[in-house]
């Protein structure tokens, strides 16, 4: 079982470059959500899903785009890299927004814009 | 929209002393969830609270839901250095989970 996995780990972009940030889950979860981590910023909320076909928009999420096609895959896409988008980004999944388990979090992305 | 404040940010204890990280938000809350986030891991899932005033504990750890349900704290008593790294309090709204800014505990054996 192997949760969420985000990939890349690690990833140098130039500004001005796009990119996905890629999100799986194999728990058949309908929630999937985007965060970004920034020192002192906590988690903050880019985009989340209810359901496959169904986004919406969080906090921060000017710069990015979203799709959820399938129930298992939520990837996340950097229009036009710019440096204020360095950060790591976390990847959830949940069985519902008050779930007993609560959110599963992936291992993360380490994004670095120059 | 939903906003969750956690204060304080930063908490050095000795060994052995007790911790507490406070969570208010500017809404009444359906749920309050807290994670912990180990140094450069992912946040965990720790416990959800639902019932106003409610009380539960986890070994050293007791989390507190408000009458009102708009605030909570987790109070880790007797710290060991096995506790360090950031504790995140989490409140749901339509299908959001929004996170306070996070208390960063770090323990000096």
């Known amino acids: 079982n192997a949760g969420v996995t985000q990939t890349p780990k690690f990833q140098v972009l130039k500004t001005g470059q796009s990119m996905t940030l890629q999100c799986a889950q194999d728990m058949n979860h309908e929630y999937m959500s985007w965060y970004r981590q920034d020192p002192g910023m906590g988690l903050r909320l880019i985009h989340y899903?209810?359901?496959?076909?169904?986004?919406d928009q969080g906090e921060v999420p000017n710069g990015y785009n979203v799709s959820r096609s399938t129930t298992e895959d939520f990837p996340l896409r950097l229009l036009s890299a710019a440096p204020s988008q360095t950060s790591v980004y976390f990847c959830?999944?949940?069985?519902?927004?008050?779930?007993?388990?609560?959110?599963?979090f992936g291992q993360g992305t380490r994004l670095t814009v120059v | 929209g939903q906003q969750v404040m956690q204060i304080p940010q930063y908490q050095h204890v000795q060994e052995g002393e007790d911790f507490t990280t406070y969570c208010n938000s500017s809404t009444t809350l359906s749920n309050i969830q807290w994670y912990k986030q180990r140094p450069g891991g992912h946040p965990v899932f720790l416990i959800q609270l639902v019932k106003s005033g409610e009380v539960k504990k986890q070994k050293r750890l007791t989390f507190q839901f408000g009458e009102a349900k708009k605030n909570s704290s987790l109070h880790i008593t007797a710290t060991q250095t096995t506790d360090v790294g950031t504790y995140f309090c989490a409140g749901t709204q339509g299908g959001k989970l929004i996170f306070g800014q996070g208390t960063e505990l770090s323990v000096k054996p």
């Open positions: 959830a999944s949940s069985y519902s927004d008050r779930g007993i388990e609560g959110a599963f």
């Open positions: 899903s209810v359901g496959a076909g169904i986004t």
